[in-house]
């Protein structure tokens, strides 16, 4: 019915008054405002300060006349994909390169000790400090990333 989902709460970004859906709420909040994905996207987030980049409102799509009479308004233009990977993976690629130069270190600083040390066989070696790199690299990821 009507009253139910007049009733039922809608999140919007505060920037560009794009809708949230409800699953994505525990994301949207960046420095108490409530964002969308794509706003957030324009955030960079480094060493704990956060740097804003513009955010350009998108401009209300023109009305059209349908068949029937009545105004509709069109469709806002989709931009591309590629803009929006380009903003985000700039700091992606640093954060995997820090991650992997990191669980290398975890491998030879976990796996040689074992093999030298202890005398174990490299295999041994290798399988204890494969899961200790791939965590410790992981760590570093996400850390990196924000």
Not at 18 to 25: A, F, N, Q, T
Not at 39 to 56: E, F, Q, T, W, Y
Not at 85 to 108: N, P, Q, W
């Amino acid at each position: 019915s009507p009253d139910e989902s007049s009733s039922e709460r809608v999140y919007v970004c505060v920037r560009c008054n794009l809708r949230i859906p409800r699953d994505e709420l525990h994301a949207a909040y960046v420095e108490s405002e409530l964002l969308c994905a794509s706003c957030r996207a324009a955030v960079n987030i480094h060493a704990g300060k956060v740097a804003m980049r513009p955010v350009v409102a998108p401009k209300p799509a023109p009305e059209k006349q349908s068949d029937s009479g009545t105004r509709r308004r069109s469709a806002p233009p989709k931009k591309a994909k590629t803009e929006r990977i380009e903003r985000t993976s700039a700091g992606s690629r640093k954060a995997l390169k820090d991650a992997v130069a990191y669980g290398l270190l975890f491998l030879a600083g976990v796996g040689g000790p074992i093999y030298v040390v202890f005398g174990a066989h490299l295999g041994v070696a290798i399988g204890i400090a494969l899961p200790v790199a791939l965590l410790g690299g992981l760590a570093v990821f996400m850390s990196d990333r924000g």
